[in-house]
């Protein structure tokens, strides 16, 4: 049986890494939409660019929505200095084939979960939480179709990547965060703790490379290009390659190791706004809110990742 998922993203090279991943992963994974958020550059340009991985993927039959253009409360802030003007810098890309969809991707995701059997449907959010959580509040009932929520957001031991604090997919919208994390949903986080020790180093974008098709091509551009702000912020031998530890979890959660743990989303102060507080020893007596990933066998990922980009065209 098909794991049936949404996506959530605001693609960014990462979050491209993880739609293909997941749109390549078709034995087991049905990617029923994908709707973009603005985040690491404007909605009119995520939109655009998850429409871009749909033709890349060979998988124009994956219907594509443009969510929320702006967070829930705070004024929006991008990222265009890690992921380029356009969100997708790196890659020369093809005229675009994949149509977006007239219907709001809050009202798809309200609509697609309420017309779902209890439970069907795994949430993969990339970026900030603003589409999930307008949904959750316009109509609550559409949590009964939610089976779980696995993200990519958070930092607790590693600090944050945007503010000290703050992580960038949390601070972008923390109420919405805090409407996610209180909504009592199974939720699997894969914060920065786990996302930076898998690195997208040369050897591994190399093999990528080599694949021989245009997505690994293309991978391995905008890999190049998603390298570059991270290797001199960090010193490191190459990014964090964040969002596809997502999907990497959905189709072999064996490569990961965490724990239950109470998170709290800071929705106020000027200094840690963004910030999820981490119970990580249990010292508020609070009952575990989601699973924190914190560990992963990373030469198994970038294995996984390899063998599936292989399968695209
Ligand atoms: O902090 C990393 C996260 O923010 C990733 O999802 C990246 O794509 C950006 O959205
Ligand atoms: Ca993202």
Redesign the pocket.
């Known amino acids: 049986m098909k794991r049936s998922i949404i996506i959530d ?7 491209a890494l ?1 739609i293909l991943l997941a749109l390549a992963a078709s034995e087991v994974l049905d990617v029923r939409g994908i709707v973009a958020v603005a ?2 550059v404007p909605l009119t340009l995520t939109q655009l660019n998850a429409r871009r991985l749909c033709d890349l993927a060979g998988r124009n039959d994956v219907p594509v929505y443009g969510g929320c253009s702006r967070p829930m409360m705070r004024d929006l802030i991008t ?1 265009e200095n ?2 380029g003007r356009t969100g997708l810098d790196g890659y020369h890309w093809p005229e675009i084939k994949t149509p977006l969809q007239d219907r709001h991707g809050v009202d798809y995701l309200i609509e697609t979960l309420l017309a779902a059997d209890e439970g069907a449907i795994t949430l993969a959010t ?3 939480l603003t589409n999930l959580a307008m949904a959750l509040v316009k109509s609550p009932d559409c949590a009964r179709g939610i089976g779980e929520i696995v993200m ?2 958070g ?1 607790f031991f590693t600090g944050g ?2 503010t000290p604090a703050a ?4 601070l ?1 919208d923390p109420h919405a965060a805090h409407v996610v994390f209180t909504s009592g949903l199974p939720l699997t986080l894969m914060p ?1 703790d786990v ?1 930076h020790k898998a690195l997208a180093t040369p050897p591994r974008i190399a093999r990528i490379a080599a694949l021989g098709n245009e997505a690994g091509k293309a991978c391995a551009k905008l890999l190049s290009f998603f390298n570059r702000h991270d290797v001199e912020k960090y010193g490191s031998e190459g990014a ?1 390659l ?2 596809p530890c997502v999907i990497a979890y959905l189709l072999k959660p064996e490569l990961f190791r965490g724990k239950d743990v109470y998170v709290e989303i800071e929705t106020s102060s000027s200094l840690t706004l963004g910030m999820t507080v981490m119970d990580w020893w249990g010292v508020t007596g609070k009952a575990p809110n989601c699973t924190v990933m914190n560990q992963i066998d990373a030469d198994g990922y970038f294995d996984l990742l390899s063998d599936h980009l292989a399968r695209l065209p």
Do not use: K, S
């Open positions: 993203t605001d693609p960014g090279q990462d979050d993880a985040g690491n990222a890690v992921h990339l970026g900030p990519m957001g930092g990547n945007t992580e960038f997919n949390i972008v920065l996302t964090p964040h969002d």
